[in-house]
T-cell receptor, first 114, second 115 residues
Framework: GNSVTQMEGPVTLSEEAFLTINCTYT??????LFWYVQYPGEGLQLLLK?????DKGSNKGFEATYRKETTSFHLEKGSVQVSDSAVYFC?????????????FGTGTRLLVSP | DTEVTQTPKHLVMGMTNKKSLKCEQH?????MYWYKQKAKKPPELMFV???????INESVPSRFSPECPNSSLLNLHLHALQPEDSALYLC??????????????FGPGTRLTVT
C-alpha cells in the first residue's frame, strides 16, 4: 500500500539555521502531497501542499518540491525561528474505497533554540 | 474562514460514563473526519462522513459512535471506554471526500483521558 517515510527526530537547530526535513513516499498513481505542522497541545495545521510532479508548495518561508523521480517531498526553510518548534508531518492523499484518506508519516519534531 | 472548532478541549471520563465530542465547521465542506492521535504518533483515521452519510469506518470498536446531524456538525458519542482510548481526538473537514486534491482542515482536538 501507499506509505510515507520521514526522517527520525528530534531535529535540533539554532535560530536562523537552515532546515531540511526529509520525506519520501511510496504510491501507485499520482497522489497529492502535504506538510502539516502541529504545535504543542494543538491540532494539525496545513503548512503547504503540492498536487503534481515539479510543483513547489510554499508558505511562511517553508517550501517543498514534489519530486517524482526521487519520490520525495523534502521540507526546507532558509532561517528557522524559535516559534517554528513543532512536530511536522508529511502526508499523501490516497483514495481508498472511493474516498480520500490521508496517509501520514511518523512526524519529525523540530526544536529551535535561541 | 478556515476554522474547525471542537468542544470540549479536555475531557476526563470514567469507564462507565457516556460523553460526546462535538465538531463544527462553516466552510461549506461536505466531508468530515474523526481521527485518533496517541502521544508521539501520527493521527489515525477512524471515520469518514461524506454528505452526512458514514462512508468509512476503519474497524473502530462500537464504543465509539459517530453522528452527523447536518453538514456542519459532527459528533462522536463515547460509551464504556477503556483507559487505552485516552488520546487526542481530532476532527477534520474537506470540500468533499472523493478527490486527491482536497486538503483537510483540522480542529484543535479534544484531549480525552479515561480513568
Amino acid at each position: 500500500g501507499n506509505s510515507v517515510t520521514q526522517m527520525e527526530g528530534p531535529v535540533t537547530l539554532s535560530e536562523e539555521a537552515f532546515l531540511t526535513i526529509n520525506c519520501t513516499y511510496t504510491a501507485t498513481g499520482y497522489p497529492s502531497l502535504f506538510w502539516y505542522v502541529q504545535y504543542p497541545g494543538e491540532g494539525l495545521q496545513l503548512l503547504l501542499k503540492a498536487t503534481k510532479a515539479d510543483d513547489k508548495g510554499s508558505n511562511k518561508g517553508f517550501e517543498a518540491t514534489y519530486r517524482k523521480e526521487t519520490t520525495s517531498f523534502h521540507l526546507e526553510k532558509g532561517s528557522v525561528q524559535v516559534s517554528d518548534s513543532a512536530v511536522y508531518f508529511c502526508a499523501l492523499s490516497d483514495i481508498t474505497r472511493g474516498f480520500q484518506k490521508l496517509v501520514f508519516g511518523t512526524g519529525t519534531r523540530l526544536l529551535v533554540s535561541p | 474562514d478556515t476554522e474547525v472548532t471542537q468542544t470540549p478541549k479536555h475531557l476526563v471520563m470514567g469507564m462507565t460514563n457516556k460523553k460526546s465530542l462535538k465538531c463544527e465547521q462553516h466552510m461549506g465542506h461536505r466531508a468530515m473526519y474523526w481521527y485518533k492521535q496517541k502521544a508521539k504518533k501520527p493521527p489515525e483515521l477512524m471515520f469518514v462522513y461524506s454528505y452526512e452519510k458514514l462512508s468509512i469506518n476503519e474497524s473502530v470498536p462500537s464504543r465509539f459512535s459517530p453522528e452527523c446531524p447536518n453538514s456542519s456538525l459532527l459528533n462522536l458519542h463515547l460509551h464504556a471506554l477503556q483507559p487505552e482510548d485516552s488520546a487526542l481526538y481530532l476532527c477534520a473537514s474537506s470540500q468533499d471526500s472523493s478527490g486527491v486534491l482536497n486538503e483537510q482542515y483540522f480542529g484543535p482536538g479534544t484531549r480525552l483521558t479515561v480513568t
